[in-house]
């Protein structure tokens, strides 16, 4: 008995060499939020870095280390991380606590995916900043939870970064309508736009489905190209984290309608700009987003 006591406190004790939460999480959005609501009391480790697409991201074997690591796994959930299920479900069934971003929001403020049976979501719900709102508060929660001791600190961290995606959703929202409504057709890469189109009235049309790399047929190209056309839409808009093949295709065939459409930047989508650079942050991805649109659409 006294051995089996002596075993379970050395075991302690190794783990508790360093006293910070140590959080993994699976995309750049996540990483960023967790980093700024943790500040200098986690530790986190993010999977996916810039110009990653989490829906085909597949785990390494260092990725499943961390994993197996943490104290906590954050991750998006609704089948953004498509080709990690599987292993973030055995991460929870080992007992590490797993959370799923996604379900702060409830499914009535959730949109539709692709697939026609119920409880199919689409996934992209950090590109509504008021939807993110909830999540940062879910976050917030789960680190207070796991860590009541710097509860303080959280808090603190979390009012002010909710303050800050406030005045991010009114700048987006107040610069969307520079653009006449007529004009607010948002055509990207990717159906990672839903939720920014219904947030900042925009009418979103994905080449690819939700996940890029759901098929893109001929007549689906055809179909966008007449629209382009007939709407006289001025630019179509690639994403970081998706391969500029289809949005070359459908522009090539706009070409053959007699009209130009540009491509009118890069998004970032599904993934985030480079660490250390402002487009690295949630904050300066969506306005670097929104001003690439005006710019390109006004
Ligand atoms: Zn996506």
Same mark, same amino acid.
């Given at each position: 008995?006294?051995?089996?006591?002596?075993?379970?406190?050395?075991?302690?004790?190794?783990?508790?060499?360093?006293?910070?939460?140590?959080?993994?999480?699976?995309? %750049?959005?996540?990483?960023?939020?967790?980093?700024?609501?943790?500040?200098?009391?986690?530790?986190?480790?993010?999977?996916?870095?810039?110009?990653?697409?989490?829906?085909?991201?597949?785990?390494?074997?260092?990725? =499943?280390?961390?994993?197996?690591? &943490?104290?906590?796994?954050?991750? !998006?959930?609704?089948?953004?991380?498509?080709?990690? %299920?599987?292993?973030?479900? !055995?991460?929870?069934?080992?007992? /590490?606590? *797993?959370? &799923?971003? @996604?379900?702060? =929001?409830?499914?009535?403020? +959730?949109?539709?995916?692709?697939?026609?049976?119920?409880?199919?979501?689409?996934?992209?719900?950090?590109?509504? &900043?008021?939807?993110?709102?909830?999540?940062?508060?879910?976050?917030?929660?789960? +680190?207070?939870?796991?860590?009541?001791?710097?509860?303080? /600190?959280?808090?603190?961290? %979390?009012?002010?970064?909710?303050?800050?995606?406030?005045?991010?959703?009114?700048?987006?929202?107040?610069?969307?309508?520079?653009?006449?409504?007529?004009?607010?057709? #948002?055509? *990207?890469?990717?159906?990672?736009?839903?939720?920014?189109?219904?947030?900042?009235?925009?009418?979103? #049309?994905?080449?690819?489905?939700?996940?890029?790399? @759901?098929?893109?047929?001929?007549?689906?190209?055809?179909? #966008?190209?007449?629209?382009?056309?007939?709407?006289? /839409?001025?630019?179509?808009?690639?994403? *970081? @984290?998706?391969?500029?093949?289809?949005?070359?295709?459908?522009?090539?065939?706009?070409?053959?309608?007699?009209?130009? =459409?540009?491509?009118?930047?890069?998004?970032?989508?599904? &993934?985030?700009?480079?660490?250390?650079?402002?487009?690295? *942050?949630?904050?300066?991805?969506?306005?670097?987003? /929104?001003?690439?649109?005006?710019?390109? +659409?006004?």
């Amino acid at each position: 008995m006294i051995i089996i006591v002596g075993i379970i406190l050395s075991n302690t004790e190794t783990y508790d060499k360093s006293d910070k939460l140590s959080i993994v999480a699976t995309t %750049t959005q996540i990483t960023d939020l967790v980093s700024i609501i943790g500040g200098d009391v986690v530790e986190v480790k993010g999977l996916m870095g810039s110009g990653i697409d989490p829906h085909s991201y597949q785990a390494t074997e260092s990725d =499943v280390r961390s994993l197996q690591q &943490a104290d906590i796994i954050i991750y !998006n959930g609704l089948h953004l991380e498509g080709k990690m %299920t599987d292993l973030l479900a !055995n991460m929870a069934k080992q007992k /590490i606590p *797993t959370y &799923a971003i @996604s379900d702060a =929001v409830l499914n009535s403020k +959730l949109m539709a995916g692709e697939d026609d049976y119920e409880g199919s979501y689409d996934p992209h719900i950090w590109f509504d &900043a008021n939807l993110w709102l909830e999540v940062i508060t879910y976050v917030s929660n789960i +680190l207070i939870e796991h860590d009541p001791k710097n509860k303080d /600190i959280y808090v603190i961290n %979390t009012e002010k970064y909710l303050e800050e995606v406030r005045e991010v959703h009114e700048f987006v929202y107040n610069k969307a309508m520079e653009i006449p409504p007529q004009k607010r057709v #948002l055509i *990207t890469a990717h159906d990672a736009f839903q939720y920014f189109g219904r947030a900042y009235e925009f009418i979103v #049309l994905g080449i690819e489905g939700l996940s890029p790399e @759901s098929e893109v047929g001929i007549a689906d190209i055809r179909k #966008l190209a007449d629209y382009i056309v007939q709407n006289e /839409i001025k630019a179509i808009f690639v994403e *970081t @984290s998706v391969s500029t093949r289809n949005a070359k295709a459908l522009q090539q065939a706009v070409k053959a309608r007699g009209f130009d =459409v540009n491509i009118g930047g890069d998004l970032y989508s599904d &993934a985030m700009g480079e660490k250390g650079k402002d487009e690295g *942050t949630y904050i300066g991805m969506m306005k670097y987003n /929104i001003t690439t649109i005006v710019q390109a +659409l006004k």
